[in-house]
T-cell receptor, first 115, second 113 residues
Framework: ETGVTQSPTHLIKTRGQQVTLRCSSQ?????VSWYQQALGQGPQFIFQ???????GRGNFPPRFSGLQFPNYSSELNVNALELDDSALYLC??????????????FGNGTRLTVT | SQQGEEDPQALSIQEGENATMNCSYK?????LQWYRQNSGRGLVHLIL?????REKHSGRLRVTLDTSKKSSSLLITASRAADTASYFC?????????????FGKGTKLTVNP
């Protein structure tokens, strides 16, 4: 059973640029969530995808967008990068929807630095 | 916004001692989960307690939940240096269709050998 993998592990971008982060779900999982974790803070929910449809969104502007593919892998896109977007971006997958009590399986994250 | 608030923010103990971390939250929940994070890495799920449960054990971990006080505690017994990490509580709110988790700011635990 393969775990959640994210790429790249580190990324440096300039303010105003666009970035795409990628995530492969754990095998057998069909739900992917993205979280942003600023230094010294807890993760904050960006959005979740279930069967290729957005299924919930946190308090993030529209320049944060995502996709989920038929194989349940996912992308997070951020346009017009700002300095405050510097953070660890975490992808998490979970299993078949059997209610609301399934734990999340996290990848190791992508560390994004915006200069 | 952060719902869960862990207390203390930082905790330093000696190997073999017990570590207790507390979490408070604000709204009605489906469940409360505890996660561990080693420096700069992803989070690892430790334990999930449902809103109708009061106590749960997993190995050296003991979690309690008091929904009337909107609080939870995580006890790690006989701590080891390898337990050094940040610990986060996360709540799944009772309203809403997504499995959104709301995390606290975490407790940074240091276990000294």
């Amino acid at each position: 059973e393969t775990g959640v993998t994210q790429s790249p592990t580190h990324l440096i971008k300039t303010r105003g640029q666009q970035v795409t982060l990628r995530c492969s779900s754990q095998s057998g999982h069909n739900t992917v969530s993205w979280y942003q974790q600023a230094l010294g803070q807890g993760p904050q929910f960006i959005f979740q995808y279930y069967r290729e449809e957005e299924n919930g969104r946190g308090n993030f502007p529209p320049r944060f967008s995502g996709l989920q593919f038929p194989n349940y892998s996912s992308e997070l896109n951020v346009n017009a990068l700002e300095l405050d977007d510097s953070a660890l971006y975490l992808c998490a997958s979970s299993g078949l929807r059997q209610g609301y009590n399934s734990p999340l399986h996290f990848g190791n994250g992508t560390r994004l630095t915006v200069t | 916004s952060q719902q869960g608030e862990e207390d203390p923010q930082a905790l330093s103990i000696q190997e073999g001692e017990n570590a207790t971390m507390n979490c408070s939250y604000k709204t009605s929940i489906n469940n409360l989960q505890w996660y561990r994070q080693n420096s700069g890495r992803g989070l690892v799920h430790l334990i999930l307690i449902r809103s109708n449960e009061r106590e749960k054990h997993s190995g050296r971990l003991r979690v309690t939940l008091d929904t009337s006080k909107k609080s939870s505690s995580l006890l790690i017994t006989a701590s080891r240096a390898a337990d050094t990490a940040s610990y986060f509580c996360a709540t799944e709110e009772a309203q809403g269709g997504s499995e959104k988790l709301v995390f606290g700011k975490g407790t940074k635990l240091t276990v000294n050998p």
